[in-house]
């Protein structure tokens, strides 16, 4: 729970003050007999301190203010009958399953940590994976084989490769950069396109159209270096999110192995 998510703003309620005497063993305040419990207060201390937030009185006396204020609102709604309308039923059922995956997914997590030396692993990996040449060209996609074909004759013949790909080519990211791609690795590309790069030597343009998913590509290699491999210290934070998120995945597809899922309708099609 976070502060900022209590329904009831401090500013309706900054006139109030309270001293520890006020309070019983197990509650922070009441309102109209209801205890606001000292164990709420305590978790949102805890969850404010683990997000950088220095504990204080007045931090104290904020939160309970803002208990106050939902509490208020809270039995206001009870007294409504708005917690027995059918879509704030469903809506509770929805919270409670969601707060509950989520507390068992960080408890997984917490008990399935990425260590450093998966980290490390899966940096050398990273590095593998990128090879020890980049790649700089240019690209122009377009439909067809024929069209393709076309403007490889073009080129061939001399026509300028940057000036055909902003009047034709169907990459939106590439296409008024003259099909300019960047520097890259060739593990980043679809394989098709990333063999015919490599075939490639400095300034040529491959012989015939390249076929990939997306469609038929003219390809001019620009020039290349070696890899710029980011160092570990700029990567390891983003290392630790795939592998955390991998480890989620794996547990989810065990978890699915394992259990009867009927969908009807569907499964009952198979």
Known sequence: MKINQLFITLAAFSTLTFTPALYAADAAATVNGKAIKQSWVDYIMKDAQARGQKPSENMKIAIINELIGSELAYQEAQKQGIDKLPDYKTNE?????KLLVNVFLQDFMKKNPVTDADKKAAYEQYK???GDKEY???HIL????AEANDILAQVKKGSDFAKIAKEKSL???SKEKGGDLGWFSP???VKPFSDAVTS???GEVSTTPVQTQFGWHVIKLVDTRATQVPPYDKVKDGL????QQRKLEKMMLDLKAKAKIDVPGITDKK
């Open 200 to 202: 490639l030597k400095k």
């Open 171 to 173: 990459d939106p990211g």
């Open 136 to 138: 700089s060209a240019r």
């Open 93 to 97: 059922e929805l919270a409670q399953r």
């Open 240 to 243: 630790e999110r795939t592998l």
């Open 128 to 130: 593998k994976e990128l």
């Open 142 to 145: 377009v439909k067809t084989e």
């Open 187 to 189: 593990a980043g590309m």
